[in-house]
């Protein structure tokens, strides 16, 4: 398995563009993360999905951030505008719910977005 | 409030040395705690996951421990390879109708040669 895909691995934009970012779980697995990473707040839980169902996005800053999951193998997470604030990594994870016991996460190598 | 607090914030030791890593929480009610490498540029990796009843758990020459009572969790690393230098993270999770995962900033490892 190739593992979780993330595209772009790079981002730059200018402040005010919309900017949207992808991610291709792993095949079989029911669960997908956004995270977010940076030098001052470390990672921090965005949303999460299971079964392509938003489950949590309590962690999901304001309006202009916004994740869809279309079907078990896709998901974006937009920001329209960006803000130079938003200049982070964005991580996606995926992971299968083992019955009885803690799931197994994985994450994909990100996306480092800089807004000018 | 959940938190999940690490120390050092930054921990530097010579190859072949062994260190401990700290982590400390008040996530309640509890169901597991994580320890992530997270080498630099790419996502984090797990190295271990350990249950309430569980208090040791070892991964080669990783090898956590869990005090539930107390709320504490160490990281063990044997005999330090260059290869480890990377940030350690410590997750908790607390059951729910949804799953909070709470984690904590991280200790950032160099191994000097």
């Known amino acids: 398995d190739a593992g979780v895909i993330q595209s772009p691995r790079h981002e730059v934009t200018e402040m005010g563009q919309e900017v949207t970012l992808r991610c291709k779980p792993i095949?079989?697995?029911?669960?997908l993360f956004w995270y977010r990473q940076t030098m001052m707040r470390g990672l921090e839980l965005l949303i999460y999905?299971?079964?392509?169902?938003?489950?949590?996005d309590s962690g999901m800053p304001e309006d202009r951030f916004s994740a869809k999951m279309p079907n078990a193998s896709f998901s974006t997470l937009k920001i329209q505008p960006s803000e130079p604030r938003d200049s982070a990594v964005y991580f996606c994870?995926?992971?299968?719910?083992?019955?009885?016991?803690?799931?197994?996460?994985?994450f994909g190598p990100g996306t480092r977005l800089t807004v000018t | 409030k959940n938190q999940v607090e690490q120390s050092p914030q930054s921990l530097i030791i010579l190859e072949g040395k062994n260190c401990t890593l700290q982590c400390n929480y008040t996530v309640s009610p509890f169901s597991n705690l994580r320890w992530y490498k997270q080498d630099t540029g790419r996502g984090p990796v797990s190295l271990t996951i350990m249950t309430f009843s569980e208090n040791t758990k070892s991964n080669g020459r990783y090898t956590a421990t869990l005090d539930a009572d107390t709320k504490q969790s160490s990281l063990h690393i044997t005999a330090s390879q260059l290869s480890d230098s990377a940030s350690y993270i410590c997750v908790v999770t607390s059951p729910g109708r949804d799953d909070k995962i709470i984690f904590g900033k991280g200790t950032r490892l160099h191994i000097l040669p």
């Open positions: 994870a995926s992971s299968r719910k083992l019955a009885g016991g803690p799931y197994e996460q994985y």
């Open positions: 095949s079989g697995h029911d669960y």
């Open positions: 999905f299971n079964n392509n169902v938003p489950i949590d």
